[in-house]
């Protein structure tokens, strides 16, 4: 039986995070995956840093946003170093655009509700923001600017960080499923994956939106990550003559730049299941918000559309913690902040296993919270 200090269930960018953190610390360490790593989420996200909230759920998310982007320069090169590869990370800012008619007021309570919460934004003049993305168009009736915003190119940054793992030492097993955990009494010891016991001092489960779908020995993991699938459509487009240097958002849509010139624009929000067809209604949704931000994106080229299963949770929040079976962590449910989320989640796992625990309070992600009446409250829509 193989021996290991960490077992690591999916291979995605939050996995493989854990695993070149982990093993950077020399730690030997071993990843699990039921297909190719870094081809679920990870593969299908836009790339944006943002800790902004999008709603009155995600309060108790900003602070852990807010420590991953002030991870995330240092995270970026190290893993650059480590790779050999770029990434793509940029910090360049983000202009969220309002749409609807007398928004001065919304705008102005959007920009207080970040700076309370510690995200910088600040008030901007329709002419200064076109001044920055002449691409806005004339259904803007306000603007605020995130100056600390930045973007990373997910694809870029699954294959760095598959690599540095590599280096650091990781094993990296690609369609092996994980089948079972070991247990003796209050302990988890291994995993079964690929038909092979492997013996672990420490399990963590980081299997995005499988996480709660786990069956067999493997079930009891849904009273702890009780994931679900969140179907987000994406889109390319390639303009002529203009390259996108900000994020550009509203309530309706998104686009991120690309290096190369691409816009990756995005996305629906879909209870789905495991579905991962692009369908034209998605594709309609996307592009009429882009369009009514943008409208000189008429005439650009579709290169590419595709679609990601985020992994959701009852709350919508992310599950991050030690359970009450020693040695097992759980570390999914990122939901649309994975990419975000990734610096943080793997320097929080290295404290919980190295150093026996965190100073960063992370009890509103605990994967103890969950009960089956908590779960049924949770649930969206009740």
């Not at 991953?68 to 800012?93: C, H, I, M, N, T």
């Not at 001044?131 to 915003?149: H, N, T, V």
């Not at 963590?204 to 990550?225: D, I, K, P, W």
């Not at 203009?242 to 190369?260: G, T």
């Amino acid at each position: 039986m193989k021996k290991f200090d960490v077992a690591i269930i999916g291979g995605g960018a939050i996995g493989t995070s854990i695993a070149f953190e982990l093993s950077s610390q020399k730690l030997r360490v071993a990843v699990f995956d039921r297909q190719q790593p870094g081809q679920e989420a990870s593969w299908a996200a836009a790339g944006m840093l943002s800790p902004a909230p999008d709603s009155l759920r995600d309060h108790p998310l900003v602070p852990l946003g807010n420590e991953s982007l002030k991870l995330y320069p240092d995270f970026a090169a190290r893993v650059e170093e480590a790779s050999g590869r770029v990434v793509g990370y940029a910090r360049d800012g983000a202009i969220e655009v309002f749409l609807d008619p007398d928004v001065q007021g919304e705008r102005d309570r959007r920009v207080s509700e970040c700076r309370r919460l510690g995200v910088a934004a600040e008030p901007v003049s329709l002419t200064e923001a076109r001044r920055r993305e002449q691409l806005i168009g004339p259904s803007a009736r306000a603007a605020c600017w995130l100056p600390e915003e930045g973007t990373v190119e997910p694809r870029s940054l699954m294959a760095a960080l598959l690599e540095a793992a590599r280096r650091a030492g990781a094993e990296i097993h690609a369609s092996c499923a994980v089948t079972g955990l070991i247990r003796d009494r209050d302990r988890c010891t291994g995993l079964v994956a690929g038909g092979e016991k492997v013996a672990a001092d420490f399990v963590v489960v980081a299997a995005g939106c499988f996480s709660g779908e786990m069956t067999g020995e493997l079930g009891a993991l849904a009273q702890y990550a009780p994931t679900r699938p969140v179907r987000g459509q994406m889109l390319a487009l390639r303009p002529e003559g203009y390259n996108l240097r900000h994020v550009l958002r509203s309530d309706r849509a998104y686009l991120v730049p690309r290096k190369d010139g691409r816009i990756v624009v995005g996305s629906t929000s879909e209870e789905a299941g495991f579905d991962k067809r692009v369908t034209p209604a998605g594709l309609c949704k996307i592009l009429s918000g882009a369009l009514e931000m943008c409208p000189g994106l008429a005439g650009a080229e579709v290169i590419e559309t595709w679609c990601g299963l985020r992994p959701g949770t009852p709350d919508d929040l992310p599950v991050l913690g030690p359970t009450d079976l020693q040695g097992l962590i759980v570390a999914t449910g990122h939901y649309r902040n994975g990419i975000l989320l990734a610096p943080v989640t793997a320097k929080l796992v290295r404290e919980w296993i190295v150093d026996g625990g965190t100073e960063f309070d992370a009890r509103a992600f605990s994967p103890l919270r969950f009960s089956q009446r908590e779960i049924k409250s949770m649930s969206r829509g009740n």
